[in-house]
Each structure stands twice: as structure tokens, then as C-alpha cells.
């Protein structure tokens, strides 16, 4: 298995509190994500990163910020969260020649 | 704007043979990839196409045509263990993006 983690697991969290999720890999891989990933709506990338302080936006990145400084971690904050942000949160890295992503274990927000 | 469209759900008894269709219309296109998702988890990768054809591993077969923008699964001698979701994703560019179709949920039948 890929060597990457993600915390934290499970975190519930009041509306209009910050948050930060931390996506960290042993893989030295170049490429690292963020999705979310809600029912009717499969997988949506968020922000991904193309090496180090080097970021992206995708498809649903508002109210989501990300950083990353070192080749090992990727964060994803959320500046003020609110209830429509509910959801597993996926982390996934991949250096970009293997074909292959690798998926973490998920992070279960909830925003009451 | 990026489309892919998977169907939402699918039924198949264990033993046969089932093909989950995927059709895309992307900015961009570097290689499709086949997802497996079982409740609950992480997506495991089970296939990469960036040419046209068949590519076979095992049971499950994936493939490509670029210039329909379309590619299937092909998951032969069905198990219970099969029942999960299978999401297709586009490598829309060399900077690695990758984006998902809403994934099909294969219910298998004993």
C-alpha cells in the first residue's frame, strides 16, 4: 500500500470555525489532491498540487484553500466552514508515471 | 465544461458478465482510468488506458475509443465481492489533473 495518511479521521465542527485537513505521504510523489466526495455527486477535485508551492484549482474550489510547502504534505483549509462543506474528504497523491493514484483512508467532516 | 457520464446503477448475477459504459467530453484528454470503491473505503485503481484498444488484467477488461470519447469495464465471472462502486476518470493534461464521473454502483445477484 501507498504510503499516505490523513488527518484527522473523523472531525465534527461548528459553522463559521476554521478547519484544516492534513494530507501527509512517504512516496516522494510529485503530485498530490484533494477531493470531496458526496452522494449524487461522486468524486470532486478541489485543489491539487504539481510539486511543491506549486497549486491548482479545480473543479469545486470555493471556500477551500490549500498549501504546500514540503513534498510530503498537502493541506487543505477550510477559512470558514459551513454545512454545504459536510463531507468525506479524500486525499490522493501520484508522481505522474505510473499511471496510478493512490487514494488515503478519507477524512468524515461534519459542519453543524 | 467537463462531462463525464457514467449510468448511476447496475445489476448482474454473479457468474456473468457486466460492462460499465463511460462516455466523456473533456477540455483535455491524457488517459482514462477505472476506479473500484467498496462503502465505506478508499478507491482502489484497477485499470489505465491512454491508447485505443482492450487492455486485460485478470477478470476485469477496460476500453478506450478517443475518438467516440468513450471506454467500458468489462468484468467477467462476477463475485460477490465485486459489489461496489466503479468510478471512470479523465487525465485531462500533463500537470496530472484528474477528474471523476459520479461512479456506477454494481449491485451483484446470487
Known amino acids: 500500500d501507498a504510503g499516505i495518511t490523513q488527518s484527522p479521521r473523523h472531525k465534527v465542527t461548528e459553522t463559521g470555525t476554521p478547519v484544516t485537513l492534513r494530507c501527509h505521504q512517504t512516496?516522494?510523489?510529485?503530485?498530490m489532491y484533494w477531493y470531496r466526495q458526496d452522494p449524487g455527486h461522486g468524486l470532486r477535485l478541489i485543489h491539487y498540487?504539481?510539486?511543491?508551492?506549486?497549486?491548482d484549482k479545480g473543479e469545486v474550489s470555493d471556500g477551500y484553500s490549500v498549501s504546500r510547502s514540503k513534498t510530503e504534505d498537502f493541506l487543505l483549509t477550510l477559512e470558514s466552514a459551513t454545512s454545504s462543506q459536510t463531507s468525506v474528504y479524500f486525499c490522493?497523491?501520484?508522481?505522474?508515471?505510473?499511471?496510478?493514484?493512490?487514494f488515503g483512508p478519507g477524512t468524515r467532516l461534519t459542519v453543524t | 465544461g467537463q462531462n463525464i457520464d457514467q449510468p448511476t446503477e447496475m445489476t448482474a448475477t454473479e457468474g456473468a458478465i457486466v460492462q460499465i459504459n463511460c462516455t466523456y467530453q473533456?477540455?483535455?484528454?491524457?488517459?482514462l482510468f477505472w476506479y473500484q470503491q467498496h462503502a465505506g473505503e478508499a478507491p482502489t485503481f484497477l485499470s489505465y488506458?491512454?491508447?485505443?484498444g482492450l487492455e486485460e488484467k485478470g477478470r476485469f477488461s477496460s476500453f478506450l475509443s478517443r475518438s467516440k470519447g468513450y471506454s467500458y469495464l468489462l468484468l467477467k465471472e462476477l463475485q460477490m465481492k465485486d459489489s461496489a462502486s466503479y468510478l471512470c476518470?479523465?487525465?485531462?493534461?500533463?500537470?496530472?489533473?484528474?477528474?471523476f464521473g459520479k461512479g456506477t454502483r454494481l449491485h451483484i445477484l446470487p
Open positions: 490522493a497523491i501520484s508522481d505522474g508515471t505510473a499511471y496510478e493514484q493512490y
Open positions: 512516496e516522494n510523489h510529485r503530485y
Open positions: 498540487s504539481y510539486g511543491v508551492k506549486d497549486t
Open positions: 488506458n491512454v491508447l485505443d
Open positions: 473533456t477540455s483535455g484528454f491524457n488517459g
Open positions: 476518470a479523465v487525465r485531462l493534461n500533463r500537470d496530472d489533473k484528474i477528474i
